[in-house]
């Protein structure tokens, strides 16, 4: 089979294509023939060498890549519950795998694999699951009935945003001037420009400050200012962790598939109380071509790649 993986870690040009043999699931695994995964941030920052640079995985000689995943069960091992030819998508959570879902055979752990939305294409299947269970577990670490979402026209703010709001919350959002429009529409109640002091903004129209922060564009200690005092600030892997002032607690999420989370989510696109928005689709022969796209930013919806 085809897969892309990283070896030399110098950045999009790193991504290379191979030939490889079709993996096999062990007991508890279950095998996808892919129909589509999105390319993700993270997938840039192993390509690049960066989580090895901040330690957080070690060094190997080859990293698969690719996070989201949507396609058919091939096969299962004993114990897999999933049915052949069950619709799923699923999320490869873990860092350190040769193989990873950007090729045209993934073999998953079952416990992060769901059945796919019903009504929903594959495609659009693949866009949702890192994004949205990191955006999740973000937004239910937040107490209170206020939150800031910085970052929040990118993929984790974005599905924030909308979570928030399904959740009833009132929702701040921050982003660029160019993407108020969208993140209206994702469901926030108040927009603050991301060049402005965003504490201030955000005191003008709550002055207390907020309940909680996710802090999507991890700004840090700037969002925490915002938050009042005993109040949470999510904070999402990448920067440093800023201190807890004020008691405020500080919580920081890494994503890990829940698949009853997944599964929430999953329903929630069913019921279009998420989106699935797609930039563009490449076939995987031209993934080089979508790391540099998202490598160069700007990019609203997701990248996706068929094989």
């Not at 490889?20 to 060498?49: C, F, M, W, Y």
């Not at 929040?152 to 974005?158: D, E, F, I, M, Y």
Request: negative net charge.
């Amino acid at each position: 089979m085809r897969a892309l993986v990283a070896r030399r870690l110098n950045g999009p040009e790193a991504v290379e294509l191979i030939e490889t043999a079709v993996p096999e699931p062990a007991a508890g695994q279950v095998r996808i023939k892919v129909a589509a995964a999105a390319v993700n941030p993270v997938d840039l920052a192993i390509s690049s060498g960066a989580l090895v640079e901040v330690g957080l995985t070690a060094p190997r000689e080859q990293f698969g890549l690719g996070w989201d995943v949507a396609g058919t069960v091939d096969a299962v091992g004993p114990g897999c519950q999933l049915q052949i030819g069950t619709p799923v998508v699923g999320v490869a959570d873990r860092l350190a795998q040769s193989l990873k879902t950007h090729a045209e055979y993934v073999v998953l752990d079952a416990g992060t694999v769901t059945e796919a939305p019903h009504g929903v294409e594959l495609e659009r299947a693949a866009t949702y699951g890192l994004n949205g269970l990191t955006a999740l577990q973000a937004v239910k670490a937040v107490r209170g009935e206020t939150v800031l979402i910085t970052g929040a026209a990118g993929g984790v703010g974005g599905y924030a945003v909308e979570l928030a709001k399904h959740f009833n919350k009132t929702v701040i959002a921050s982003a660029a001037p160019a993407d108020e429009d969208l993140v209206r529409r994702l469901g926030a109640d108040h927009f603050i420009d991301r060049n402005d002091d965003l504490a201030a903004a955000v005191r003008r129209i709550a002055p207390a400050g907020v309940d909680g922060v996710v802090d999507a564009a991890v700004a840090g200690i700037g969002a925490q200012e915002a938050v009042r005092n005993g109040g949470r600030h999510v904070h999402l892997q990448g920067g440093p962790r800023p201190p807890h002032l004020r008691g405020i607690t500080v919580e920081q999420v890494f994503i890990h598939v829940n698949q009853e989370q997944l599964a929430e989510l999953t329903q929630l696109v069913e019921k279009n109380v998420i989106s699935t928005r797609i930039a563009d689709t490449y076939e995987l022969g031209d993934a080089q071509q979508a790391y540099k796209r998202l490598a160069e930013g700007g990019v609203r919806g997701r990248l996706v790649l068929a094989p």
